[in-house]
């Protein structure tokens, strides 16, 4: 009978045989390990052992008992005979077959429990078919067993006619299919069998989960797959003690069952860098454009498969969510790029941009998941220097012609010299820096455009239902206008006192409020200022689209419905939170602002045209002066681009496909040709869009062991879903139709949840919490072990005023020297070493490269230290046992 289960973590039966219990860790008495280190070491262990046969493992096993502890013939056959019997599983049962059973259960009459002692059903086990068992087929376990795992089988039990415990560690050379001994159609390759006289099954069965234990412990599964002698086996144990920790008696309840951890430490913990070091481009050419070479030979063999990787119902959501966010950044900075330039770059200009620059840039790029368009500090630039052109009566447009060509130009120069090797000096601070302050933006804007709902659509503070309908319509001076038929009436509240109901005038019937204003008539009365509640409503959708987009993103972590389903609509959460809002919103049928989009291809300002020339409408020496302003831009673009590409090529995204640095500018800086030749909004990354993109791209494990959280592989990296985002957004024009049904503030609902999710990803919020949580109640974080509370306050406050600093020229008319306040954070960070030592700083930032190799005690010094104490490696008995093999996944522990 089937007693204990592990697939990474224990699950036991549950009193009745019912069910499987909850996975939990197991907790082993000390006692048991230190009895099945005596029966390894006493017992038969059979290595590499030749067997196709359940059967022919047992005679061997019986066979190769040492001579002290042979059997009598007669007890071997009664051994073999009890052995070779069918086992008795516990299957695991959907909610729907539960119910089918509670049905059925009446007709059948009571079933007795399962008995403690191992009961064995009559069909033999010594020959199995080729095929699997249905069972084994239908059962729920193999979906989450991973590729090439093998199932162990542990059997331990009490039997009367055993004087001495019979014990065998037997260990297959390959293998094999044992038929229905296992609940789960899997090779098995380890058995331990534990059979002894009555009256202790309660240590047979603490040594047996001792054992499945050991099984699963990832050290000594190696140690067991390549020992060569039964000392080599005690060895991987004595490795497993060396690691225990013991519990004392009496300080906790043992019947408590410990939950698995959210994350489990790796057998080798290996130092992870948070934020992109620039090691892919560490290496620098002594040639021109050789940095470009390099990125362009990395990215060459995989641009098929960046299409072909596409191919997966994720990229379907992806691109829904993300040419939605896209939509409305292009009309939100198309609208304020409007006002900043006379509409000479308004909504239609941004889309049109928007397009043709994504899909370029995700066709040739070297991060295509990268995903382009107007930014705030571009934006910023764009009104100072129409501002400057107004001032100085030159030609805006041909002015900025001129700043693009030099900018493309500085940036190929750029290209050219490698200057992307900078990015390893964009270490976390910068890159938390200006990250947060993108996302701050994206959630300032939200909040901004909602408030302005409210001059738009005023809420009626002193609304009174009596008052709704206590208005009249008077005619105009002239009359009504002749021709508009129907008899005259008032209109009259009979609910209201004569005194305040308004005197009965002349109106036609059925007179509307914008029928008679129409007519040139005039409202009379307490309700004519009425407006109903847009605002309100507007902002019940932004909260709630906002809520429901972050509780359906995080619906996969929930411990309701199956495991598919919760992946399914964590994947298309920020989509169905917007289809969901958009159905209140025409349920409920007031007039909320919606999404506007153009339906001519026109330019928004008729004085323009689609071509800017370089010469006609300026003094020729405008292309000299240009420059100036050109390395401010340039330095912007640089900064933008690179510091968004470096947060996208962390290593904890897992990113198998390299990234483009060079490359990734050269499409920029070749795309401000164009853009300035055609009048269109200068684009470089958005890190909040691009980080989105990537969020909602996440690869996780498909199958898991219950209890075990499902891994995270990667990013599908692939160039469709961001070609496909920006075609959708070129043909928004002709969609008008359809998007004019979204509510705008449904939109900044998204926007809302894009910077807070945004924000949330950086460590500088967890170091902000800080300040607001008591020390006893502090998270158990990495850097808090090792350095003080107060230099981690001290850095995080140095950080705050950096992110002040930067709001604070964003917003004023010293805007113009942003870009340079973006360089500076990499000097302010170079300045940070004075204040705290190289110890501190690698744990809360990454070391610059001049720093990084100081001969210092640093991180990976300290972490080697832990990891030598904490986990201690087997040692030179081992050897090389420790190389990749199959995992040993599926653990029965049999009774």
């Given at each position: ?53 359940f ?22 056959e ?87 415990p ?64 039964r ?31 959210s ?48 191919l ?6 992806a691109?829904l969510y ?63 220097l ?20 030099w ?130 409503i ?163 494990s ?25 075609i ?85 008319m010293?805007?113009i ?6 360089l ?32 210092t ?39």
């Amino acid at each position: 009978t089937d007693m204990d289960l592990w697939m990474k973590f224990e699950e036991k039966v549950e009193d009745g045989g019912e069910r499987w219990s909850a996975p939990h860790i197991p907790v082993l008495p000390l006692q048991s390990l230190f009895q099945l280190r005596t029966c390894l070491q006493k017992g038969t262990v059979l290595l590499d052992l030749d067997a196709l046969s359940f059967k022919e493992i047992i005679d061997k096993a019986i066979s190769g008992q040492p001579e002290e502890a042979k059997l009598q013939p007669e007890l071997r056959e009664r051994l073999a005979a009890l052995l070779l019997r069918q086992p008795r599983h516990q299957p695991t049962k959907s909610p729907l077959q539960l119910l089918a059973e509670l049905s059925l259960s009446p007709c059948r009459g009571r079933h007795s429990a399962w008995p403690w002692v191992a009961t064995w059903a009559a069909t033999s086990l010594g020959q199995y078919p080729h095929c699997p068992p249905s069972f084994q087929l239908r059962n729920r376990f193999q979906k989450r067993v991973p590729p090439g795992a093998e199932a162990a089988h542990v059997v331990v039990g009490e039997v009367e006619f055993l004087e001495k415990p019979f014990t065998a560690f037997i260990r297959l050379r390959r293998g094999v299919a044992l038929g229905s001994l296992a609940e789960v159609a899997l090779p098995s390759r380890f058995l331990f069998i534990l059979l002894g006289p009555q009256a202790k099954v309660k240590a047979y069965h603490e040594v047996g989960r001792a054992m499945a234990t050991l099984l699963t412990d990832e050290l000594f599964q190696r140690v067991a797959r390549q020992a060569e002698h039964r000392e080599d086996l005690i060895t991987g144990m004595e490795a497993f003690l060396d690691e225990l920790t013991v519990l004392p008696p009496r300080k906790w309840d043992p019947s408590a069952r410990i939950p698995p951890p959210s994350s489990l430490l790796p057998l080798s913990w290996r130092q992870s860098q948070p934020g992109g070091d620039g090691s892919e481009i560490s290496l620098r050419c002594p040639r021109l454009f050789g940095g470009l070479l390099q990125d362009i030979r990395r990215k060459a063999p995989w641009y098929g498969s960046d299409f072909s990787d596409a191919l997966h119902p994720q990229c379907l959501a992806a691109v829904l969510y993300i040419y939605l966010a896209t939509v409305t950044n292009a009309i939100t900075f198309g609208g304020m790029l409007g006002d900043a330039t006379d509409n000479m770059q308004g909504v239609l200009e941004s889309f049109l941009g928007t397009a043709f620059a994504g899909s370029i840039f995700c066709l040739f790029s070297g991060q295509p998941l990268t995903i382009l368009g107007s930014t705030g500090p571009v934006l910023v630039f764009e009104r100072l220097l129409f501002s400057f052109s107004q001032h100085h009566s030159l030609d805006y447009l041909e002015f900025r012609l001129w700043i693009g060509l030099w900018v493309a130009f500085f940036g190929v120069v750029l290209v050219a010299t490698e200057a992307s090797h900078l990015v390893r000096y964009f270490t976390r601070f910068t890159e938390e820096g200006f990250c947060a302050l993108i996302s701050l933006i994206f959630i300032y804007d939200s909040l901004k455009k909602m408030l302005s709902l409210a001059d738009a659509f005023p809420i009626n503070w002193h609304y009174r239902l009596d008052n709704v309908t206590s208005y009249s319509c008077t005619p105009p001076p002239d009359g009504w206008v002749r021709g508009w038929g129907g008899p005259e009436v008032s209109v009259h509240d009979p609910s209201l006192p004569p005194a305040l109901s308004p005197q009965p005038s002349a109106a036609p019937a059925g007179l509307s409020r914008t029928q008679c204003l129409g007519q040139g008539g005039h409202l009379l009365g307490t309700s004519c200022q009425y407006v109903p509640d847009v605002t309100l409503i507007s902002f019940l959708l932004f909260g709630g689209t906002f809520l429901s987009c972050t509780a359906l993103k995080h619906f996969r972590s929930s411990r309701y419905f199956p495991s598919w389903v919760r992946k399914l609509v964590s994947d298309f959460a920020i989509i169905v939170a917007i289809l969901v809002s958009c159905t209140v919103d025409a349920i409920l049928g007031l007039e909320t602002p919606k999404l506007l989009v153009p339906s001519e291809l026109k330019p928004t300002n008729p004085a323009r045209g689609w071509i800017v020339f370089p010469f006609g409408a300026n003094p020729w020496w405008v292309c000299l002066v240009s420059p100036v302003p050109a390395v401010l831009i340039t330095i912007l673009i640089f900064m933008d681009q690179q510091i968004t590409a470096v947060i996208l090529n962390r290593r904890e995204y897992k990113l198998r496909k390299g990234a483009g640095f060079h490359l990734d500018l050269l499409c920029v800086s070749l795309l401000m040709v164009v853009t300035s030749a055609t009048g269109l909004p200068w684009y470089v990354s958005t890190t909040v869009i691009s980080l989105a993109h990537m969020e909602s791209l996440r690869k996780e494990s498909a199958t898991s062991a219950p209890g075990e959280h499902p891994k995270f592989l990667g990013i599908r990296e692939q160039r469709l879903t961001g070609l496909a985002v920006f075609i959708l957004t070129g043909v928004s024009v002709f969609m008008a139709p359809v998007l004019k049904h979204i509510p705008m503030p449904v939109l900044y609902g998204v926007f809302l949840h894009m910077g807070v999710a945004a924000l949330n990803s950086i460590q500088l919020t967890d170091r902000v919490r800080l300040f607001l949580t008591p020390a006893k109640h502090q998270p158990d974080l990495a850097y808090l072990r090792h350095v003080p509370l107060r230099r981690v306050h001290l850095f995080t406050v140095i950080q705050l005023l950096c992110l002040a600093l930067l709001w604070v020229l964003k917003s004023t008319m010293a805007a113009i020297i942003f870009p340079v306040m973006l360089l500076a954070l990499v000097g302010i960070r170079k300045g940070l070493e004075h204040i705290f030592s190289v110890h501190d700083l690698s744990w809360l930032d990454s070391l610059l490269p001049d720093t990084a190799g100081k001969d210092t005690e640093g991180k990976q010094p300290r972490k080697r230290k832990e990891e030598e104490s904490n986990s201690k490696e087997v040692g030179d008995a081992l050897g090389a046992v420790l190389f990749h093999k199959p995992p040993l996944e599926m653990l029965w522990c049999g009774r």
